[in-house]
């Protein structure tokens, strides 16, 4: 049985198990915490940075979703250092690679958008990338457009963990990641893939997506996958 | 020799500058009709999927994105080989109709009429829709309500004024509802009063502008325009048509995908907007314009009984084939009359409220031609795709291009008459410019381009010294 441990999130005390993460207990106590990359079911990575929280006693901010709790620590989760952090996470993301709102498949239905629009983020302080970027269209289905990806990953655990296929992958380092299909085939080629659109239907942006939707049109279907997952023992 | 610059051509949609050459005596040697702006869509849109293309190519223009996003529209239906169903022809009709409404309105209230109703010599500081707002009120107005009328359409069907979604491959994606239909028919007589006294009003003040009429870009041309197969005029979808400066039909019943026997492409050497001519002729001579006077001159009918009475008038007037550039405005007014009462027909066609407004497919042809005519004349899109859908060649020519080689043509005509450097005054260099704004060319259409300020008029004298700039 794991120990029951009490911590102080925003100086109120909460009940927790040693083993469980900051965003779980937060969660669990009715805390808000800002993901983008985190996906119910699946294993944290701590990609995106914006569960970013003050640890009393720690110099540097740290993701909420990966760090595990430890008896009588205090957490801070809402700031106006965190705010600033986590609007330069969301920043960042957007000049990395081509994020182009108006003209996307999922404008007004992107979570990318929606917490930039949250975090109050109302322009880009830093020179856009402006990678030169391909689509793979090759599937009959659907499309991966990395101009759109902010390589949370939830596309490979999904796939890995949800669907047992492992399809996709991360491959290069630091800003030169991509998501691989495979071994770096066109998706149509991957011999692993189901076509079962988990990954799709979680991504966050308009990375992924259906065929044939047009601008505005593409709508993520993820309350199947809140399905799925809730039947999966030992996560949340 | 001395040069004068107009920089930048003021009043017109996008960008532009025009050179003017004098000789010792102060005549005009030469003009040079410069667009500068380069924005390349043609090649940026490598790669996507083609049905994302309406949505991007709407962003070449805030005036006309509807007229973009149809004939984007209709490329897209052709790779997918797909007949929308009736009502999403209808409703795309409907919406391209309230477009022609606001964008000419648009082009003669709020770019033009400054120099029709204040006067070409009048004060440049109030020769703008402020200048008319203070002397003219009511011709302010009216501009003002039919954009608005014509916008608010767009919005109703849309839910967005400007760049909607809501016309994507295959259709429309949401049908029309009764209510939004009832509004838009309340508006409509207000509506087609403003028309109809504009319209008037401007026939009482033509006797005004002899001199302009007289050498505003009257060199004769010849002129294509979509038409139906009896020869009405038809904005959404129609077979190309290329009649001659006298008036004979030389090429008909052009479907859009053949476009490319009858139209080539010039690359200019001192322009980003290439000039289309007429194929069989040949560039240079090979010139022909499109747009509101083009299609009067193209088409037999409107097929709208108030447009067509107008037509019958503006034929009694002027004869069968009309080639002074200042009567676009004219034909532009009577245009602004058709739309609002194709609006009506199409309103009062009860399949219009069918719930049936798309078709769906992918990929079934490699290769799509979407033709339409915008406000400004026809407008082809052109697309190749791979297997999978990606987008692989494009190529656009904008209503604007097809005219570039008769603008700078009407340009030089105007300079040489109007402009004398002895005795130079600023109303002479606004002739120029407007007559290309009686084209109402939009440049950033036409050259899909990067962003630089407006058109822009420059005049040097034969040592090359600018004498004057204007913009």
Redesign the interface.
Known sequence: MPENISIRIDGEYVAAQEGQTILEVARAGGKYIPTLCWLAGTSSVGACRLCIVEVSGVGRLLPACTTPVQDGMSVTTTSEKLTQYRRIAIEFLFSERNHVC??C?S?NHCELQAMAQKLGVTSVRYPYAYPKL??D????RY?LDHNRCILCTRCVRVCTEVEGAHVWDVSGRGIRSMIVCDMNRPW?QASSCTNCGKCVQVCPTGALAE???????MVKQDHNMTRLTARRGGHS | MRKLVIDPVTRIEGHAKIDIYLDDAGHVTDTHFHVTQMRGFEKFTEGRPFYEMPAITARICGICPVSHLLASAKACDAIMAVAPPPAGVKLRELIHCAQFVQSHALSFFHLSAPDLLLGFDSDPAHRNIFGLIEQNPDMARAGVALRKFGQEIIQGLAQERVHPSWIVPGGVNAPLDSGVRDRILAGLPAARALAERTLAYFKTVLDQFEEEIANFGTAPTMYAGLVDPSGGLQWYDGLLKFRDAAGATVATDIPARDYTQYIGEAAMRDSYLKAPYYKPIGYPDGVYRVGPLARLNVADMFGTPEADRELAEFRQRYGPMVHSAFHFHYARLIELLHGLEKIEVLLNDPEILNKHVRSRASVNSLEGVGVIEAPRGVLIHHYKVDEEGAIKWVNLIVATGHNNLAINASVKQVAQHFIDGEHFKEGMLNRVSAVVRAYDPCLSCSTHANGMPALQLVLRGPDGRVISTEG
């Not at chain 1, 269209?137 to 009959?140: K, N, T």
């Not at chain 1, 065929?211 to 049109?217: N, S």
């Open positions: 108006a003209v498949v404008n391909g689509v269209v090759s599937h009959p499309v149509a065929k044939g939707f047009a601008v505005d049109e």
